[in-house]
């Protein structure tokens, strides 16, 4: 009996933390993927904060975001948390972090095919039109035929933020920001 209340007990700790530590998916964030010359598909993630882009030719391609407002832990953020950082890549787990007046989200690539990692090159950018900011997160060349990516969003908070970002070491915000020195 004690060993079923001890994994029982395990158990709820691992679901807690991971509610805690992992990102609640972002809904109606806006994905746009453009080539050479302009604008080739558009989705908007749903409940589980996916989308993916297929049977793409050989080319360059450009991929842009308009992040969904987030509320609650998601867009607050403590003394302790705050960073200047703006955005980051980690490329071990090809994972994307950003933070913006929208909130802070975690942006993950997987299902690459036909792509080289010397292709795929984490930006950040800010992209205005009349009424909407777009933002400039990934530049890739598709060395073949049929490539594909997948992305799932997450709204991450100001912590996992600041943890993500320090692990990564690297911040491309920084270097991606023109007259920056």
Do not use: C, W
């Not at 802070?104 to 997987?110: C, G, L």
């Not at 795929?120 to 009349?130: G, M, P, S």
């Amino acid at each position: 009996m004690l060993k079923i209340i001890q994994v029982r007990l395990l158990l709820i700790l691992f679901v807690a933390l991971l509610s805690i530590f992992g990102g609640r998916p972002a809904e109606k964030a806006e994905i746009y993927l453009e080539n050479g010359t302009g604008l080739i598909a558009y989705q908007q993630t749903g409940e589980k904060g996916k989308v993916s882009f297929g049977h793409l030719d050989a080319g360059s391609y450009r991929l842009l975001v308009i992040f969904p407002q987030q509320e609650g832990k998601y867009i607050k953020e403590k003394p302790k948390h705050r960073s200047l950082t703006k955005a980051t890549y980690n490329p071990r787990n090809k994972t994307y972090y950003y933070q913006g007046k929208e909130g802070f989200f975690a942006i993950h690539f997987s299902g690459i095919s036909n792509v080289k990692s010397e292709n795929f090159q984490a930006v950040y950018k800010e992209e205005r039109d009349e009424e909407e900011t777009y933002n400039l997160i990934v530049q890739f060349g598709a060395h073949r035929n049929n490539a594909s990516i997948k992305i799932s969003v997450a709204a991450i908070t100001a912590a996992q933020f600041k943890k993500a970002s320090e692990k990564a070491g690297t911040d491309i915000s920084t270097l991606s920001i023109p007259n920056i020195r």
